[in-house]
T-cell receptor, first 111, second 114 residues
Framework: DTAVSQTPKYLVTQMGNDKSIKCEQN?????MYWYKQDSKKFLKIMFSYNNKELIINETVPNRFSPKSPDKAHLNLHINSLELGDSAVYFC??????????FGQGTRLTVV | AQSVAQPEDQVNVAEGNPLTVKCTYSVSGNPYLFWYVQYPNRGLQFLLKYITGDNLVKGSYGFEAEFNKSQTSFHLKKPSALVSDSALYFCAVRDTANFNKFYFGSGTKLNVKP
């Protein structure tokens, strides 16, 4: 049973398109995250939700919009994709005081 | 500002030798520290954490880490490296002001040669 699962694993799309990445966790955690890992492997937090409420919103272009329909799901929608959006996007979840559990990542390539 | 630093981009070690991957932190208050490993094309996997208690923390796959408050360090160690330990290692700290936030280091690539 996968604890944090993301779909799709790979996403290749053209500039200007709109795409979504989905994430689900079956750990019963209250907090979920989106991280971006760039080509140098640096991890940067983008968003965090706690019980469906947005609690962290880092400096991210407003083309990126997270949505949490319930505490087990956190989706990321990206409008008007740009070349610089190419990266690996990781979903993660945690409960307070504990470690984070990560999904396997979505490798987004914008061409 | 709270942060962690991993001063080495890469660590090379021969199989069977001890390994150390360095991490220093900067937090206000008591730190919650973590180590993660990332294998190629995979997500981050939790190895171990320090919250309180013994300064030497044992984790998965034979790894351990030593919390040193005076040196603000949390170095990852293993007595005998395996080729299969070759991966990217991340140190992380929880923000003590915003407990939902983690700060990750820049990562250290560990190469274990046979």
């Amino acid at each position: 049973d996968t604890a944090v699962s993301q779909t799709p694993k790979y996403l290749v799309t053209q500039m200007g398109n709109d795409k979504s990445i989905k994430c689900e966790q079956n750990l019963g955690h209250d907090t979920m995250y989106w991280y971006k890992q760039d080509s140098k492997k640096f991890l940067k937090i983008m968003f965090s939700y706690n019980n469906k409420e947005l609690i962290i919103n880092e400096t991210v272009p407003n083309r990126f919009s997270p949505k949490s329909p319930d505490k087990a799901h956190l989706n990321l929608h990206i409008n008007s994709l740009e070349l610089g959006d190419s990266a690996v996007y990781f979903c993660a979840s945690t409960r307070q005081g504990s470690e984070a559990f990560f999904g396997q990542g979505t490798r987004l390539t914008v061409v | 500002a709270q942060s962690v630093a991993q001063p080495e981009d890469q660590v090379n070690v021969a199989e069977g030798n001890p390994l150390t991957v360095k991490c220093t932190y900067s937090v206000s208050g008591n730190p919650y520290l973590f180590w993660y490993v990332q294998y190629p094309n995979r997500g981050l996997q939790f190895l171990l954490k320090y919250i309180t208690g013994d300064n030497l923390v044992k984790g998965s796959y034979g790894f351990e880490a030593e919390f040193n408050k005076s040196q603000t360090s949390f170095h990852l160690k293993k007595p005998s490296a395996l080729v299969s330990d070759s991966a990217l290692y991340f140190c992380a700290v929880r923000d003590t002001a915003n407990f939902n936030k983690f700060y990750f280091g820049s990562g250290t690539k560990l190469n274990v040669k046979p």
